[in-house]
């Protein structure tokens, strides 16, 4: 039968009914058996960790809701992350506190053997090797909820200075099923002040308060479960700049990845600050009537009263002509000028015509104040333009190669521009091509959107620039594939990610320059570039999909050149990323391998269920409405869409503006914005109806005639297959010399798979 895909409950999970009511662990072998339905499920799931100087205390609270007529009772189990010692572990139940233990890896190792084997569900093999929480959880009432408290402690693994927490939330399915609803607050404190915080979970909010205080937060309903366990990554320093540093670097890899995360203090010294120039250009043409007009009012005033005293600034309105609130150009954020600005902003008026043309000309041509055209030896100005529109050139210049010629031209001053598509009816690549020609960036408001949401949260990632002309370099060792490229300014309120490829090996040198101030700055920091190291495996995932967010940005901008297409089939094929290119690739790369297996290609059903399909079908038969499962993998069509609409722009398909140009370049955006690919990185419980590639860890598979296909499988290894059964000692025992392979054999039961000289048939 198809193996069930039950993960330890991060918060709940229960050992469910060896017999009607009952829910304890039997030790030893356990005969072969149907898997049982799912008793309780986790309604919800509240995280919340507190982090104070590498040591984390993490509170959970979930409701358990009891899916049987009959009293349950549970084993309820935690695995620890990789590092974590739990140096105390308390349980309440409905205010009742229930005794609980710690388990050592090696104990923890046989009732996860216990349970797999009773279970005949090899997903716990992906915790296999770590420690332990274990507690009773009684009783369930028939049909009813319990509360239950959970709080333990743990002594955070920190390395090169970064210290790291992790939630194992990928244990959170059982049978497929997924709390209800899941939140996660996480707070960071330190006496030395925090340079850098990640996450590389999607949807994860970070904020900084202050020098020594961070927080991360979370939040998504049933259906939308991330396929990762949630990670926070923080570094401390006490130097003006923290640099930190990620690396992933397989056994014998040629290459490795790095992600290096940089951040100034949060105290900038007053001597060394920079002055921003900022322009606010912004759309009153008659199209922004009604509640736009109303949101762009208060976008202004947001903008005004977020400025700071050595602030320049100007407030470009413009219809059918530019109406510069200062008509010298931008002028100090006195309290006299705010004042006379926000006046200003209560006669903005939605009327006329819209000419870009006047607009981005006199605010591209004045972004720098008139003192600094004569003044030197001044602390370095940063000229910004935010450049905000819900239409199209109308009046003036309304080609979009001249206006992208002109405002090329204008640009002497080399002003970053920061554009913003308000609803449908805006030049998708005028927007784009000002922004990434400028260094700066760009964003849609979608219908429905508020526009002061999104222009608030730029206003305050470009408050206090520290340093301008960033350049990294490491000493000794050969980088490529960087991205960004080009690095964009440094702000005392963000931080910059650098991931790129490194060959080499060894303790280094970075070497962090750029003017800070009035003067050129170096900054001297170490890094440990090593050549193997098993952690951060979702580093490559990362660095391949902002590396073909890169190439499709170039694609837009440069019409679908054959080595572009290529470099971003090529990725999308070696990672399982979903891109507007590769879905044929992925069946071309199917029929390699079959035919590698010597199979037919041909006789590969089409809409192979997968391993979600098949997980339904095994809850049916146990007993359990289907209609509380999510038709789909959570999120597994998402990105998919997403790619196809951002291909239609590719493409001209979409044209250049309109609702499907519009939607297809946020598709970009948000393809961009994804920190791992679609495909879950591990665990088949997550993966689609008809999804036939997936990813676990670093390696690639292919379903075919119902078996997942290592991608790495050629023609000449066949003679050297061992087959091994599913849930035998020797499947235990493969568990054990090569624990690497634990979570790839989490994954399902069906599977060929290579690890070095050896090939394995799980079946």
């Known amino acids: 039968m198809t193996p069930t895909c039950l993960r330890l409950v991060a918060t709940a999970l229960l050992i469910h009914?060896?017999?009607?009511?009952?829910?304890?662990?039997?030790?030893?072998?356990?005969?072969?058996?149907?898997?049982?339905?799912i008793a309780v499920q986790t309604t919800l799931l509240q995280v919340h960790a507190r982090i104070v100087d590498g040591t984390a205390t993490t509170e959970l609270n979930q409701t358990l809701r009891n899916l049987t007529p009959v009293q349950q009772e549970a084993i309820w189990l935690l695995p620890l992350p990789p590092g974590a010692t739990a140096d105390r572990f308390t349980m309440t139940v409905n205010g009742q506190a229930m005794p609980g233990e710690v388990l050592d890896a090696g104990k923890a190792r046989q009732i996860y053997e216990t349970i797999v084997r009773q279970r005949r569900d090899p997903g716990l093999l992906e915790y296999h090797g770590h420690g332990m929480l274990r507690a009773r959880v009684f009783p369930i009432p028939p049909n009813g909820e319990v509360l239950v408290q959970v709080r333990f402690a743990q002594v955070l693994p920190a390395s090169g200075g970064i210290a790291s927490w992790r939630f194992p939330l990928r244990s959170a399915w059982a049978d497929g099923m997924g709390p209800q609803k899941l939140s996660l607050l996480a707070e960071v404190s330190s006496q030395t002040p925090i340079k850098t915080v990640f996450s590389p979970l999607p949807g994860v909010d970070l904020s900084r308060h202050g020098e020594c205080q961070a927080r991360a937060s979370f939040e998504t309903n049933a259906g939308q479960m991330p396929a990762r366990d949630l990670e926070l990554h923080y570094g401390l320093a006490e130097q003006d700049f923290g640099v930190h540093l990620l690396t992933h670097r397989k056994t014998g890899a040629a290459d490795g990845t790095f992600l290096m995360l940089l951040a100034p203090k949060r105290d900038w010294p007053k001597s060394d600050a920079m002055v921003r120039s900022i322009t606010l250009v912004i759309d009153t043409s008659g199209s922004m009537a009604g509640e736009k007009i109303q949101q762009a009012r208060g976008a202004v005033r947001q903008f005004l009263q977020g400025l700071s005293p050595n602030d320049f600034f100007n407030v470009v309105a413009f219809s059918t002509e530019a109406r510069p609130f200062f008509a010298s150009g931008p002028v100090l954020a006195s309290k006299e000028h705010v004042q006379e600005a926000l006046a200003k902003v209560e006669a903005l008026e939605a009327r006329g015509g819209t000419n870009i043309d006047d607009a981005l000309t006199f605010a591209l041509k004045n972004a720098t104040p008139d003192c600094y055209k004569t003044t030197t030896g001044t602390p370095t100005l940063v000229p910004i333009t935010v450049f905000l529109t819900d239409g199209l050139p109308t009046v003036g210049q309304t080609d979009v190669d001249q206006l992208l010629a002109q405002a090329k031209a204008h640009n002497s001053n080399r002003a970053r521009v920061f554009a913003f598509g308000v609803g449908h009816d805006v030049n998708t690549r005028l927007l784009d091509a000002l922004a990434t020609k400028s260094g700066g960036d760009r964003d849609y408001v979608l219908p429905g959107e508020d526009i002061e949401v999104k222009t608030g949260a730029l206003f305050t990632k470009l408050s206090g620039p520290v340093m301008t002309g960033v350049q990294v370099t490491i000493d000794g060792l050969m980088t490529t594939d960087l991205d960004p490229t080009v690095l964009p300014d440094l702000f005392v309120t963000g931080q910059m990610l650098v991931v790129g490829r490194y060959r080499g090996e060894g303790h280094k040198a970075i070497l962090l320059r750029g003017k800070v101030g009035t003067s050129d700055k170096e900054y001297v920091f170490e890094g440990t570039f090593p050549a193997e190291n098993k952690a951060n495996d979702w580093l490559p995932a990362l660095w391949a999909q902002r590396k073909v967010t890169a190439l499709l940005d170039a694609i837009r901008a440069n019409g679908q050149q054959p080595e572009l297409v290529a470099e971003v089939t090529r990725l999308g094929k070696e990672f399982g990323i979903v891109t507007p290119f590769t879905s044929h690739l992925i069946l071309e790369e199917q029929d390699r391998v079959a035919r590698q297996r010597g199979l037919d290609?041909?006789?590969?059903?089409?809409?192979?269920?997968?391993?979600?399909?098949?997980?339904?079908?095994?809850?049916?038969?146990?007993?359990?409405?289907?209609?509380?499962?999510?038709?789909?993998?959570?999120?597994?069509?998402?990105?998919?869409?997403?790619?196809?609409?951002?291909?239609?722009?590719?493409?001209?398909?979409?044209?250049?503006?309109?609702?499907?140009?519009?939607?297809?370049?946020?598709?970009?955006?948000?393809?961009?914005?994804?920190?791992?690919?679609?495909?879950?990185?591990?665990?088949?419980?997550?993966?689609?109806?008809?999804?036939?590639?997936?990813?676990?860890?670093?390696?690639?598979?292919?379903?075919?005639?119902g078996t997942w296909v290592d991608g790495a499988f050629t023609t000449d290894m066949q003679a050297r297959v061992q087959k091994v059964e599913a849930f035998s000692d020797a499947w235990f025992a493969l568990v054990q010399a090569r624990p690497h392979l634990a979570q790839i054999l989490a994954f399902s039961t069906k599977l060929v798979l290579v690890d070095g000289d050896a090939v394995f048939e799980i079946g």
């Not at 009511?21 to 005969?31: K, R, S, T």
């Open 601 to 705: 290609p041909s006789a590969i059903p089409v809409g192979d269920p997968g391993v979600w399909g098949e997980r339904m079908r095994d809850l049916g038969r146990g007993g359990l409405p289907t209609s509380a499962l999510p038709a789909e993998a959570p999120g597994a069509a998402v990105r998919s869409e997403e790619a196809t609409k951002a291909k239609d722009l590719l493409e001209g398909k979409a044209g250049e503006s309109g609702a499907d140009a519009v939607t297809a370049a946020h598709s970009l955006l948000v393809l961009r914005a994804a920190a791992a690919p679609a495909t879950p990185v591990a665990g088949g419980r997550v993966a689609a109806s008809g999804l036939t590639s997936h990813r676990v860890g670093d390696r690639q598979f292919h379903l075919i005639q």
């Open 17 to 37: 009914a060896l017999a009607p009511g009952q829910g304890v662990i039997v030790p030893g072998p356990i005969p072969d058996r149907q898997p049982a339905p």
